[in-house]
């Protein structure tokens, strides 16, 4: 019987080794996708090229996409099943609470690190500015690359498509939805390339319909 009770003890602290081994591992594999040379010496918009050269990451500026376009199309049912990940250590809902990271309703056009009892890296808050689309396009491409030093643990969201989601899904997480600016005259619309022969008159774009 005692010895029972040690094997479940030997057990328990074993498991726990290597359960934490593996953490470590995948946390290493998920969150360090390249070690800078000179940590916390990183300036931004600054690409360097190394001697070795061949790095195949140089961060390239992204084009951020026309939100006026791409947000009455984007798919607010996937961007709710996207932001599961982010509820690991965000609240999403109304007046919840601040968990690991900060509560995001009525994230988008917030001013950046003002949530209300939860205690911003000091990079989160010499950022300044507010969260515009764009912005939260770009941070959550890769929230160590936009805010060097932000303590978001989290490696990013490389699809353009799940982001576009994302937001259209946050956009639905507030007290009055912020608004969807008008579509950019010549926008890249992802998906429907006008062919090139169609008549002179080009159609305006329509006026987005107020989604949800
Ligand atoms: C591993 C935990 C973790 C995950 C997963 C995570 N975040 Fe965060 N998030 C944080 C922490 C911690 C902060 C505070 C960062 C700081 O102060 O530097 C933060 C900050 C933010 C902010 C700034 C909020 C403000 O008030 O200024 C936004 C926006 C944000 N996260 C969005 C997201 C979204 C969207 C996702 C899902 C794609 C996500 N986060 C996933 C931990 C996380």
């Not at 040690?6 to 594999?29: C, M």
């Not at 965000?90 to 990271?101: A, F, L, R, T, V």
Request: proline share 11%.
């Amino acid at each position: 019987m005692d010895s029972f009770e040690w094997n479940k003890i030997i057990g328990a602290v074993l498991g726990t080794a290597i359960f934490i081994f593996v953490v470590r591992l995948v946390a290493e594999a998920v969150y360090e996708p390249e070690k800078p040379a000179k940590p916390g010496y990183t300036v931004e918009g600054v690409v360097e090229t190394p001697a070795g050269g061949g790095a195949a990451s140089a961060p390239v500026a992204e084009v951020v996409p026309d939100f006026g376009t791409v947000l009455p199309t984007a798919d607010v049912a996937d961007g709710k099943s996207i932001s599961t990940r982010c509820e690991q250590c965000h609240d999403i809902s109304k007046g919840g609470p601040n968990k690991i990271g900060p509560e995001l309703w009525n994230v988008i056009g917030r001013a950046r690190a003002t949530n209300p009892g939860f205690s911003y890296s000091s990079a989160m808050k010499a950022k300044g500015g507010t969260w515009t689309y764009d912005e939260l396009f770009q941070f959550l491409h890769s929230p160590g690359a936009y805010i060097v030093g932000t303590k978001m643990s989290f490696a990013g969201l490389r699809s353009e498509k799940e982001r576009i989601d994302l937001i259209a899904f946050l956009r639905t997480q507030e007290d009055s939805p912020a608004p969807i600016p008008a579509p950019k005259a010549a926008a890249p619309a992802p998906a429907a390339a006008a062919p090139a022969a169609a008549p002179a008159k080009a159609a305006p774009p329509a006026a987005p319909p107020k989604a949800n």
